[in-house]
């Protein structure tokens, strides 16, 4: 059984006389929104305990958000209207992270000539996030490697397809799978073979990495860097189809990731560097990425079942048939991941879709595997056209009023949780205007375990059922529930809906 479900049975067997009860009865009814406030630099840098991401004071720290990426020239996200209403409006619904994407070929857009005029306007938006209280990880996006093949990503400099069409062209994601140039561009990047001037394109990467890590370690706002999104195999994908994997495609990996985060090091010793599989992995394939060796790294997965790949989420095909392993299985392969590494886990990926089912199937996963997570995406467009369907804002030129966002998918998005843990978690369920929470204490960390409340599913307020070693310091229905520790033992906390 779950471990959701153990925790909700528990909860249900718990006669509320057993523990404190706060009443939450405010002067006048209603829970509040939360005032966005910056983030705390004592509780900074992030860092990590084995799969767990961690704050300062030692406390798990929990990460619900989105991305946003601007994937059209000049692939500025401040560009297409993202700014401080936005940030704002998802910090007001308890979002505590963005995955930001910069564009390779922004950054440098010839070889050796960076833009940091480009570098600094990214740089400006995370610190922008940093002053709602929002933790930014920083991303080089690619898709199908370049404009060339229909996607952004690397400069024109790096694209080596050996003269071959670009055809047959069907789109994002289509191309991954039927056009040779876009293998052999993969291919050549993954043999680190000269550019134009004579430097392996690795090399290429992993400074231009070292260059963005050097302006972005003033930035406390950063807590991570994602050094590569969807690393497609190239011309040997299909022997990543199986549900076992492709170990040699992912041993070859190594020796990438050590050139990239061998050079992060020469600019930020202390920030998490997170590293990813190819993205047939969403599909729940093993993983046989060795371990980096590196005390500071994470493993970055995403999770869109192989029917999705082919619009099977964005037609409401059944669960089964968009996940023939089952919803589970590429959580289980991340966590196995972790268990072999003592990396930390992020979920940079989901959902691109208003298929509800298919958000809920995801995020009831998310809940049971106690996982981080950030949502694609804000808003969506890409050089395929617009996917009006993945994002969450219709029209970020305006502001995110309630008519210009998509309210059914935030009532599915938007939910309780434990967003700073002072101690360990062992299980969590949401479902609107009811939350449970199990937790083992650590005595050692002085500051509160914080839990998010949405007045979104709390609209009249809510009442606190506590049974452990630890006591409700917070108002009543404040939007961040605050529970002080109080002795070492097993925390188990309910918040429910008051009518």
């Known amino acids: 059984m779950r471990r959701s479900l153990v925790l909700l049975l528990a909860l249900a067997l718990l006669p509320a006389a057993s523990g404190e009860r706060a009443s939450g009865a405010p002067e006048s009814p ?115 490697f370049n404009e060339r093949f229909h996607g952004e990503g690397f400069p024109d400099w790096a694209v080596i397809d050996d003269g071959l069409p670009a055809q047959p062209d069907v789109g994002f994601p289509g191309n991954y799978f039927v056009m040779p140039a876009l293998w052999r561009a993969f291919d050549h990047f993954w043999a680190n073979d000269p550019g134009p001037d004579g430097v392996g394109l690795q090399d290429a990467y992993a400074a231009a990495w070292r260059h963005a890590a050097t302006r972005f370690r003033r930035e406390q706002a950063i807590f991570g860097y994602d050094i590569l999104n969807e690393a497609w195999p190239g011309s040997p994908w299909l022997t990543c189809l199986s549900p076992a994997g492709c170990p040699v495609f992912d041993a070859s990996l190594k020796p990438f990731y050590d050139r990239v985060i061998t050079q992060i090091r020469k600019a930020d010793r202390t920030r998490l560097a997170f590293y990813e599989t190819h993205p047939i992995f969403g599909g729940g394939g093993d993983v ?41 299985r590429p959580f289980e392969r991340a966590e196995a991941q972790s268990e072999r590494t003592g990396d930390a886990l992020l979920m940079t990926e989901f959902g691109a879709t208003d298929d509800l089912d298919t958000l809920r199937r995801d995020v009831a996963a998310t809940q049971n595997h106690m996982m981080s997570w950030q949502y ?33 998918k935030l009532d599915v998005l938007v939910e309780a949780y434990p967003r700073a843990v002072a101690g360990t978690p062992d299980g969590w369920a949401f479902a609107p205007g009811s939350f449970s929470f199990g937790y083992q204490t650590d005595p050692r960390i002085g500051a509160p375990t914080e839990v998010f409340v949405p007045a979104r599913h709390y609209p009249h307020g809510y009442t606190v059922t506590l049974t452990g070693p630890a006591r409700v310091i917070s108002r009543p229905n404040a939007a961040v529930l605050l529970l002080r520790t109080t002795g070492s033992g097993r925390v188990v906390v309910r918040v429910d809906a008051r009518h």
């Open 288 to 328: 046989h990425i060795p371990d980096l060796e590196d005390p500071n790294v994470g493993f970055s997965f995403h999770v869109y079942c192989l029917g999705a790949l082919f619009g099977g989420a964005q037609t409401g095909a059944p669960g089964q048939i968009n996940c023939p392993l089952g919803v589970d």
């Open 30 to 144: 209603g829970t509040p929104k939360l005032k966005p406030r910056a983030l705390d630099v004592r509780t900074l840098p992030l860092g990590h305990r084995g799969r767990w991401i961690t704050d300062r004071h030692g406390r798990v720290v929990i990460l619900h958000g989105v991305n946003m990426v601007a994937k059209l020239p000049p692939y500025d996200p401040g560009r297409l209207g993202f700014g401080e209403d936005d940030a704002a409006y998802l910090a007001s619904e308890g979002f505590n992270t963005v995955r930001l994407g910069l564009i390779y070929k922004g950054l440098e857009p010839e070889r050796g000539r960076y833009d940091d005029a480009y570098l600094e306007r990214i740089a400006r938006l995370a610190r922008m996030l940093g002053r709602h209280g929002i933790h930014v990880l920083a991303d080089f996006h690619q898709d199908l």
């Open 376 to 408: 694609w995406s804000w808003f969506g467009r890409d050089p395929s056209g617009e996917r009006p369907a993945e994002g969450i804002i219709i029209d970020p030129r305006k502001p995110p009023t309630r008519d210009n966002l998509k309210q059914d």
